[in-house]
């Protein structure tokens, strides 16, 4: 059974930094491309990182370019996301995600596997 679990949520002031972290279990790891998704209240589901099965390539959305950093550690089954300079325009749930697509999709539909989310508040 595939479980993808988010932690390192939380409520944070503007300017300040989060690492939310993706444990998976169930699959091979080093098989998937990953992927980080936010949603904010009322809003769809929208992309906001990326990274390759090996972790060479990453992508992301526009507005987290330059503050936010993914990355994975294949010996922990875990993907992370670094994120600087939060923005209250960040709060949102974050969700984590797995696919057996090869490029660096930014559509929910190539991801097969999701966590239950993680909230991320940031403060004015």
């Known amino acids: 059974q595939v479980q993808l679990a988010e932690s390192g949520g939380g409520l944070v002031q503007a300017g300040g930094s989060l690492r939310l972290s993706c444990a998976a279990s169930?699959?091979?790891?080093?098989?998937?491309?990953m992927g980080w998704f936010r949603q904010a209240p009322g809003k769809e589901r929208d992309f906001v990182a990326a990274?390759?099965?090996?972790?060479?390539?990453?992508s992301y959305t526009d507005s987290v370019k330059g503050r936010f950093s993914i990355s994975r550690d294949s010996g922990k089954n875990t993907m992370y996301l670094q994120m600087n300079a939060l923005k209250p325009e960040d709060t949102a749930v974050y969700y984590c995600?797995?696919?057996?697509?090869?490029?660096?999709?930014?559509?929910?539909?190539?991801?097969?596997?999701w966590g239950q989310g993680s909230q991320v508040t940031v403060s004015s």
């Open positions: 990274i390759s099965s090996t972790g060479s390539r990453t």
């Open positions: 995600a797995a696919s057996l697509y090869y490029g660096l999709s930014s559509q929910r539909s190539d991801y097969m596997y």
């Open positions: 169930g699959l091979t790891f080093n098989g998937y491309t």
